[in-house]
């Protein structure tokens, strides 16, 4: 339905005039659009600004009512010492904070360039005939099913120092010397967690890389066959430009989710400062400290890296896009 | 109701004039470990048949830190659908304006249990929570093991270290690879803040903040401990370790992979279990004492309350439960089939728990030199000053800087933390 709306709207802006009909029908699509609209605002707008409202507060959780504004105290605030030196306070000079954000940042970059990569590998194979293809695709989706609770859970017990079966195999097999903690030394957890995010979300990247694939019409590549172009150069010069919007489309949603990552973390690691993201370290001055305020002023930072960083690759994406036309 | 289970219920409970006219319908939450839950279950079913009201269980997860942020969460938001909190002891400040005084409820039987516990429960004036049990760790060793190498149980933790490495060798030398020292709780959550103020304190560091509300925790004697700590992880203890929570733990000490492990007294009854391949195989004896002028062995009080939503829809119903939970009839079962310390005094004389748990009556003292973590003197601030600690033990242990080095930043952080007071 919103397809159709949306096409409709855009076909009816190209003529200056509009018939009545074609406003009767714009009229029925915001209409349309209201609920929706509606359930936004609701879910995802009020809270964000209760949250961007309480970072300007002293807020505290179990007395929300008796907030006082302070302005932007949680962010930076400074006192001048007897002695005439200044002390900054606040979010922006927090080193643990921005500890965090670096972590969450190389977190999302790593997880998100691999699985671009070994997404469009699994795309590839599976866009090519051959038989049980339809179960292959099928099984290949089984790490995005399951709930990232359950297996972080999993290779939790899985990467286990003691009784892991990674550690087993790589004893048996002699490719370690001794058995590692993966998830607990400073030096492999990030590795860790590395692993079980691309492990369950290449799935996810695949198959909306694979949509794009099916899209490109098959005559080109018979096209290049006659023309004997090679493979790979088929696919840097045909399957990649092709498949490129669609490809910018699956790392923006997978960079929004990498940057807010949590659960995997939260749940695999120590929260020692080798792993804490910026979405841990916020719950954590949110609920467990007496500290909603400055949990808020972290939500309200976290959204504003990931806007930025998204209007970044946006616009460095549309350079690129558009830089043959300019 | 039926008339049937009105009159059973009038039977059987004393507690019942207080109005049992209608069954509620309660929830509890537990974090237990081990078979606790299936404990709890067996307990409330008594309940339940006694008073005809139903209480469900909500499970959480086992460690304090998780279940700590989600019910300050759900108390926050005014949450009816649990009646009956179990809180640890170090949360009493931090929560009480969200629980039900239990003063008049439980006027009583308040005297039964050791007054230092009642009043760790009290903040101004308000008893917060009844207490179902207290805790204060052992040091579990293999006697076997111990014997095999004509070893003695260690007095202080320098011994510890030597004695673990040398059986450890042996018994790696001997085809048994797996074996290992020592295992601890090291991971990054309240249980470090535990194991490391014993650590601290047994070598006359200091309480970390002390009950005047000083910040102690930047001192030689506490780096020396923390550095020992930090020795040994990876030498007699493994990696793994620093992501180690209790039940970690205990996995690798109840396979029969380690000799020696610190936990609390609840591990007693599981590693005797049926199924344990260390069944008869242990003992227990205090932690070892540090070194130093004010050196002695230090154990760190735990333990848990039962404490009363006062947003529950039935507060009477719950206090009910929460009194039930807390009497000396449940602490016995508990001391029985949990080996979780009593916190009424009496049950320390029982001739039952003696036989079954020996554990129990021996451990009466150590739990009343037991020390307290700074949650008095640090109010609302406590989880963000364990957190600053344990952050600062974990990046020790984890190599990360000596203890000098990390328990001085530590010193700001808290400085910082308290501001003019706490």
Redo the contacts between chains.
């Keep these: 339905m919103t397809t159709e709306t949306l096409a409709s709207s855009t076909r009816v802006a190209a003529p200056k005039v509009k018939s009545e009909l074609m406003q009767q029908r714009i009229r029925a699509a915001r209409l349309f659009l209201i609920p929706m609209l509606v359930a936004l605002a609701v879910v995802a707008g009020w809270p964000l600004l209760r949250s961007i409202y309480f970072s300007f507060t002293d807020a505290s959780l179990s007395n929300l009512e008796a907030a006082q504004w302070v302005g932007f105290g949680n962010y930076l605030r400074w006192t001048v010492m007897e002695s005439g030196a200044v002390r900054y306070r606040g979010l922006l000079v927090d080193p643990a904070w921005w500890n965090a954000v670096w972590n969450t940042v190389r977190f999302a970059f790593i997880s998100v360039a691999f699985e671009a990569v070994l997404g469009m590998v699994v795309a590839l194979v599976l866009n090519a005939e051959f038989k049980g293809r339809g179960i292959v695709r099928a099984a290949i989706l089984i790490p995005w099913a399951i709930p990232t609770i359950v297996s972080a859970r999993m290779w939790s017990w899985m990467l286990n120092d003691q009784f892991g079966i990674l550690n087993d195999l790589g004893m048996r097999l002699g490719l370690l010397s001794q058995k590692v903690a993966w998830t607990a030394t400073a030096d492999t957890a990030m590795t860790a967690v590395l692993i079980v995010d691309i492990w369950k979300t290449t799935p996810f990247m695949a198959l909306l890389i694979l949509a794009g694939l099916q899209m490109i019409p098959k005559d080109i590549y018979e096209a290049a066959e006659i023309d004997g172009v090679h493979p790979v150069k088929q696919f840097f010069k045909i399957t990649l430009p092709l498949v490129r919007p669609a490809l910018m489309v699956a790392i923006i949603f997978r960079l929004l989710d990498a940057l807010r990552i949590f659960d995997l973390i939260y749940v695999l690691t120590p929260n020692s400062s080798a792993t804490k993201t910026m979405s841990v370290m916020a719950r954590e001055n949110l609920f467990d400290f007496d500290k909603f305020a400055y949990g808020s002023a972290m939500s309200t930072m976290l959204f504003t890296i990931i806007a930025v960083l998204t209007i970044v690759y946006i616009w460095l994406g549309q350079v690129r896009f558009d830089g043959g036309d300019r | 109701m039926t008339l049937n289970k009105m009159l059973v219920a009038m039977l059987t409970s004393v507690t019942l004039v207080a109005g049992a006219a209608q069954a509620a319908e309660l929830s509890i939450v537990s974090g237990d470990t081990g078979n606790g839950l299936e404990f709890l279950r067996g307990q409330l079913d008594k309940f339940e048949a006694s008073t005809g009201h139903k209480v469900t269980i909500v499970p959480m997860p086992s460690s304090t830190?998780d279940q700590?942020?989600?019910y300050?969460?759900w108390?926050?938001a005014g949450n009816t659908d649990i009646d009956v909190y179990q809180t640890d002891v170090i949360w009493a400040p931090?929560l009480a304006?969200?629980f039900l005084d239990l003063t008049d409820a439980a006027k009583d039987v308040v005297g039964q249990h050791f007054p230092s516990i009642i009043e760790s429960q009290t903040v101004n004036g308000k008893l917060v929570a009844l207490p179902a049990f207290t805790d204060a760790p052992a040091l579990y060793y293999r006697k076997d093991l111990l014997e095999k190498y004509g070893k003695s149980v260690p007095k202080t933790w320098t011994e510890l270290t030597a004695t673990a490495k040398e059986v450890m060798d042996a018994e790696r030398a001997a085809g048994n690879a797996?074996m290992w020292g020592f295992v601890f709780q090291?991971?990054?959550?309240e249980g470090l803040t535990c194991d490391a103020l014993e650590w601290v304190k047994s070598y006359g560091g200091g309480q970390i903040v002390e009950a005047d509300g000083s910040i102690s925790i930047n001192n030689p004697q506490a780096a020396k401990a923390i550095d020992l700590a930090a020795s040994w992880i990876g030498t007699i203890s493994?990696?793994?370790?620093?992501?180690?929570m209790e039940e970690?733990s205990r996995?690798?000490w109840q396979?029969g992979?380690a000799v020696f492990h610190r936990n609390w007294p609840y591990a007693y009854s599981l590693g005797n279990g049926a199924d344990s391949p260390i069944a008869g195989k242990f003992d227990v004896a205090p932690l070892p004492a540090g070194e130093g002028p004010d050196a002695r062995s230090a154990a760190t009080l735990g333990g848990w309350n039962v404490a009363v939503s006062k947003y529950s829809p039935d507060p009477e119903a719950a206090i009910q439960l929460a009194l039930y939970l807390s009497s000396a009839e449940v602490q016995k079962e508990r001391a029985l089939n949990q080996s979780n310390l009593p916190t009424i005094q009496s049950l320390y004389d029982d001739a039952d728990i003696a036989a079954k748990q020996p554990i129990i009556p021996s451990w009466k003292e150590i739990f009343q030199n037991a020390v307290p973590r700074p949650s008095a003197p640090t109010q609302?601030?406590y989880?963000?000053v364990s957190?600053l600690f344990w952050?600062a033990v974990?990046?020790t242990l984890?190599g990360?800087g000596t203890a000098a080095q990390n328990l001085e930043g530590l010193e700001a952080d808290l400085t910082?933390l308290k501001g003019s007071a706490w």
């Design positions: 830190t700590f942020g989600q300050k969460l108390l926050a931090q304006d969200q797996e090291g991971n990054a959550y493994p990696q793994g370790n620093l992501a180690y970690e996995g690798v396979l992979n609302v601030k989880n963000e957190s952050s974990h990046a984890s990360n910082d």
